[in-house]
């Protein structure tokens, strides 16, 4: 029997109408659920987030599973629906962008967050659970990766590309290295080892990282990209939160983490060009802006990016993760495409990508993309 939106018999979700008062108690209770699938996300203190007029909403639940760059923005999205939506339930398990994929792929899961698009691999894979048709990789979620650091007597750093890739190289090993001084000559450097820490999990953060380095200091990072860490790594922890934690208690740690992880600590400018380039969300979005679709995409709707992490234009942070909602074309019930439409497209509306940037420092998704994003979002069946 359904609950109480009513509903077609198909499943399909009704416009929200009625469901637009505060949700301050059902808020309360839907955060039980988003936190007990998550280990770090971050819950607005206040009301819930706003949402459109034309909200569409759906009876029942929805499953998600992925990337822990997603983690925040995600609490943010499911606390925003639900508080509108009163009957629909959304859950998100933020195990890592390697474990979303393979769960989305043997079906345990409707939909994956991941920091890199399914390969055409993985789309061939999930091809039976999509009922032979193809996946969409969707862009929701646009946001700088920081480097964090821990130095007592240092507030902020400046590293170039080649510099940054010798330290994860583990080849630059302390802190008052030449490298280092000669782009902070008003640092106070001391003479420190430096702890390097990666992600030890399956991670679309640390693909992008590594795809960043081999662009920006092919010389100096003689790796291919990939979600696995390269080399034996001289420290590691478990997603976005765990290297930020991991850094903070290690005095001379440096680590990557998304934007949204990196409250109270210290942060580098990266070298682009001759200048060096302060993290933000602005400087992030003008790599996104003008990169094009990947070309081995399997349909136009597939919206996967081919980013240039090597760019030397003035004014940009080139060190950006793009992530995305793996759904598919098609899927084998009609009530699950429902749920997953009017949850996705809420999370690329205007009030959905405010209430992420607002929480996490994100960069909203462009008008021009946002079109292409409903587009395709409006194919699934």
């Known amino acids: 029997m359904l609950p109480s939106n009513k509903r077609t018999k198909t499943g399909a979700p009704r416009h929200r109408g009625a469901y637009r ?4 108690a059902a808020l309360a209770g839907l955060l039980m659920a988003v936190t007990a699938c998550g280990s770090d996300q971050a819950v607005p203190d206040s009301a819930a987030p706003a949402v459109p007029e034309d909200l569409e909403c759906f009876s029942g639940s929805l499953s998600g599973a992925g990337s822990s760059a997603q983690e925040n923005a995600m609490t943010t999205w499911i606390a925003g629906y639900q508080s509108a939506c009163e009957d629909s339930r959304v859950y998100y398990n933020s195990i ?3 474990g979303g994929r393979s769960q989305f792929i043997d079906g345990a899961v409707a939909f994956a967050g991941t920091d890199a698009a399914l390969d055409p691999a993985e789309n061939a894979d999930a091809r039976e659970r999509c009922g032979g048709s193809d996946t969409l990789n969707l862009p929701s979620y646009v946001v700088p990766i920081a480097l964090v650091f821990n130095l007592e007597s240092v507030d902020s750093l400046n590293l170039r590309p080649e510099t940054l890739a010798k330290i ?12 280092i001084a000669e782009d902070n000559p008003d640092a106070d450097l001391p003479d420190m080892a430096i702890t390097p820490v990666n992600r030890s999990d399956d991670s679309g953060t640390t693909e992008n990282f590594t795809n960043y380095l081999n662009q920006a200091a092919p010389e100096a990072w003689p790796h291919e990209a990939g979600g696995q860490w390269p080399i034996t790594a001289y420290e590691s922890a478990q997603g976005n939160s765990g290297i930020a934690d991991t850094v903070k208690r290690a005095e001379g740690a440096i680590g990557y983490v998304e934007m949204s992880h990196t409250h109270g600590m210290s942060t ?3 070298g682009v060009g001759g200048e060096f380039v302060e993290v933000s969300p602005e400087a992030a979005a003008n790599v996104v802006a003008k990169s094009p679709q990947r070309e081995e995409n399997p349909s136009e709707y597939d919206l996967a ?25 098609d899927y084998p019930d009609d009530r699950t495409a429902q749920r997953v439409k009017a949850f996705l497209k809420y999370v690329v509306s205007p009030e959905g990508q405010q209430a992420a940037s607002e929480e996490t420092g994100s960069a909203p998704v462009s008008d021009d993309l946002r079109g292409k994003l409903l587009e395709s979002i409006d194919t699934i069946s």
């Open 168 to 179: 994860f190289h583990q080849e630059i090993t302390r802190w008052n290295a030449p490298e």
């Open 268 to 270: 580098v400018g990266l």
């Open 96 to 98: 890592g962008s390697g």
């Open 305 to 329: 990016l081919d980013l240039d992490y090597g760019t030397t234009e003035s004014g940009t942070y080139p060190l950006v993760l793009v992530s995305y909602e793996v759904v598919c074309l």
């Open 21 to 24: 008062g505060a949700a301050s």
